[in-house]
């Protein structure tokens, strides 16, 4: 096996050379360019597509330092709770190190089939909370506490640590031509956070002269951090984060019992964990921050897919928010724009057949209950009766 991504960047991440390294050669994916996808979006887009990773996310990457510093710490359990690519990978790297049973917290009906299948298979003790991503995190940190059990959500700082590998790879690819635009779907802000961390240490290190800018973009139904930042002007402030305001606008999401709700579940999150780090890389990365509809994710996605690669619907939410950014010319037409594909067409089937589906009962029950009304981008089936001139008839007809 080639040498793990953490192992390499060593010199950049807290790995003691006495550690052991629990991989399974996740974080060498490609960087494509998408010129395609460019001409709809408006600049020279790239796509990482970090749905290549063993299973099917960026979340490989912090996972394996993250259980590498639990069999450090001889753990012999780990837990997180999770969207869904959280726990398919912890219950993956739990399973091959032998050494520690996984434990997830999951919201009730909240995660796609696709990760719930790979958590299920690969072994690990699969909770379900009646509550939400929301419910589930908060009491993950309680239970962690409690049974003493190692938390490995994106707090744990080993996590956020591995992600930093993203951006070394991105730069690598582009022979450390820095892009002008770095564009990641934001849920917990994990990767935001990570992101804003690995440039700021490159740029003291003297690898890079400039840091990218930055694009953060939320679901529309799962919005805090856009609410936060663009509206309630909430700023890192040299680390003095007007924290009354962020309590003030949870308080405001309970009174008026308002729970996130997108498509996009990998990213239906309203109370990020991460969002005083990530407030940080914005400020490091001269960040901007946009929200996407469910419409507008549906619709990149079945672009992004149409160009070849695929994504789940959260991770679309870059190209969106891409393209919303050039329409508002804050993004140029000549700069350099990556993408991040956080997780793997195939997480989330459900999403992609209703959009693509000419059954208009199906696209109401999965989409139209979002808000979705169109699919402009669909490749629908054709129906044919099982005769073989019907059959050519068709392919003559739509081929
Ligand atoms: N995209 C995908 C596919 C994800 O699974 C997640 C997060 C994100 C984007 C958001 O990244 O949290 O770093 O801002 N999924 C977590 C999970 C929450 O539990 O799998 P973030």
Known sequence: MPQPLIERYRDSLPLEPDDPVISLNEGSTPLVEAPRLSERVGARVWLKVEGANPTGSFKDRGMTLAISKAAERGATAVICASTGNTSASLALYCSVSKLMRGIIFIGSGKISYGKLSQALDYGALTVQIAGDFDDAMARVQEVSKNLGIYLVNSVNPFRL???KTIMFRVLEALRWQVPDWIVVPGGNLGNSSAFGKAFYELKQLGLIDRLPRLAVINAAGANTLNELYNRRKVRWNAGAVDLASVGGYYHELDARHKRA?????????????????????????????????????????????????????????????AKKLVAEGVI??????????????????????????????????????????????????????????????AIQLYG
């Open 332 to 393: 140029g037409k000549d700069e350099r724009v990556v993408c991040i594909l956080t997780g793997h067409q195939l997480k989330d089937p459900t999403a992609t057949v209703a959009y693509h589906t000419t059954d208009q009962d199906k696209f109401n029950e999965v989409l139209g209950s979002r808000g979705v009304k169109r699919a402009a981008f669909a490749n629908r089936a054709v129906a044919v009766p099982n005769e073989l001139n019907e059959i050519v008839k």
């Open 261 to 321: 709700s997108t498509i996009a579940s990998a990213i239906e999150i309203n109370r990020p964990v991460n969002l005083t780090k990530c407030l940080r890389a914005l400020e490091w990365c001269d960040g901007v921050v946009r929200e996407a509809t469910d419409q507008e994710i549906l619709d990149a996605k079945a672009q992004v897919g149409a160009g070849g690669l695929g994504c789940e619907p959260a991770s679309a939410a870059s190209v969106a928010g």
């Open 161 to 163: 640590e591995g992600q």
